[in-house]
């Protein structure tokens, strides 16, 4: 372990951040990594646990506990601890693709479950493996290593998000030939249109694809399997396919008004903003915040990327409805550790929009009844009750201007198209059904599914590890030897 009692002694340091008087003015990412003698510092704080629950990933109470991945944590905060970066980064390769990612838009569940975290901070464990990969990249360490053979079978990866990314990867490196499917016009997934570049810029998505196609993996951009792309074709052309499409089917609200001009789905929003600062495509309308009053609907992630993009968009105001209350300071007495902690924290966008506006944007037990529209068919305003009852038994009312409306209620599994083409079956949520967290495989032959797609909506960790573990099951019927997992 590093220090003796370093978990006690010595305060916990995350990641600083750019001041949001700066940041709101710009689309770089807001967090400034520390210094190596800040890291060190910080790695003397794990106590390298004899049951390391960082690394158990598994689900308590329908939320995540520990890292999907089972990073070998311990193992390299202690490297770096002893300045052995290049070892540290090894045994973070071990088990984590992509660390670059991760260690920039995973929540880190790990901290949460850190046994530190029971009388002390816990380990600032985030920002340590943003410390490995981003010198291990410095040093030159991270090249194209392309398998030594080819094992001769072709593997078709349809979707290029984190899921679809680790399964190629993972593929590769056995030696099968691998082509990455994306009916977008540029490889990434959310990865690079639906997380604000605030959170992880473009060029480190670009960085890790053209080491991957470097590596002798295909990538095939504007490719609609279904479309234009027939499921025939690929079926006749590679052994396998492996479905890893996201979960971009988003959850609807169902209310008077809901047509109206002005009122998108928030992935769409983010999706044109991205574009917008990668090629300066203009921005519709309805993708624009600039001079406007903003409303997002969902207390989530998205809903807070989209509080940030509207801030940086130029808006006249942004309010974020929630549909809960306001986590407590401390943990609840029903989210023990080493349940991740569900407490109150001002992140990132609401600190821009305190600079911005003085306040914040967040209202809490928000229900949206109805959207009102002006005479050309733009909404205008919002009629919200609330979701905690007054003592009367009544809901208290309010009307909100609102000239941009953003949906950020959440994801509906998988889009229908290519799931049609494939004739693969989904439960009432959009996931697919029929492949377990073993065989990966669905009941047509051949045919598998991973990541959002197969589980709903989660982590990036998950859909990491998601397409690990169907790139071994894959590998294994290729090699007639799937029996061995009944």
Known sequence: MGQLMGFMNIEKKNQSERKPVERVRDWNEYKIPLTEKEVKKQAAR????????????????????????????????????????????????????????????????????????????????????????????EEGWITPKPPKRRTGKKVAVIGSGPAGLACADQLNKIGHEVTVFERSDRPGGLLMYGIPSMKIEKDVVDRRVQLLKDEGIHFETNA????????????????????????????????????????????????????????GEPLADDFDAKGKNVIVIGGGDTGEDCVATAIRQGCKSVVQFGKHGKLPAKRAENNPWPEHPNVFSVDYAYKDAEEVFGND?????????????????????????????????????????????????????????????????????????????????????????AGDARRGASLIVWAIEEGRRAAAAVDLYLDKKLSVLN
């Open 46 to 137: 794990c106590m390298d646990c004899g049951t390391p629950y960082c690394q158990i990933g598994t689900v308590i109470n329908r939320g995540t506990t520990g890292c999907p991945l089972h990073n070998l944590i311990p193992e390299w905060n202690d490297l770096v601890y002893h300045g052995l970066w290049k070892e540290a980064y090894e045994r973070l390769a071990k088990t984590n693709n992509f660390p670059e990612f991760t260690s920039r838009a995973c929540p880190a569940p790990c901290e949460g479950s850190c046994t530190a975290g029971l009388v002390s901070d816990s380990v600032s464990i985030k920002s340590i493996e943003r410390a490995i990969i981003d010198r291990a990249f």
């Open 224 to 279: 609609d399997v279904g479309k234009t792309i027939s499921v025939a074709s690929l079926k006749e052309a590679y052994s396998a396919v492996i479905l890893c499409t996201g979960a971009g089917k988003h959850r609807e609200v169902s209310l008077e008004g809901r047509a109206l001009k002005g009122i998108s789905p928030a992935m769409d929003y983010l999706t044109a903003s991205n574009r917008n600062q990668l090629y």
């Open 361 to 449: 944007p967040r209202e809490y037990y928000v229900e949206t009844k109805k959207f009102v529209g002006d005479d050309n068919g733009h909404v205008k305003e919002l009629l919200t009750g609330s979701f905690k009852k007054e003592a009367n038994g009544a809901a208290a009312h309010k009307t909100w201007n609102a000239d941009l409306v953003l949906i950020a209620i959440g994801f509906q599994g998988a889009e229908d198209q290519v799931f049609d083409a494939f004739d693969v079956k989904r439960d009432s949520s959009g996931r697919v059904i029929e492949a377990d967290t073993i065989r990966y495989q669905t009941s047509k032959d051949g045919i598998f599914a």
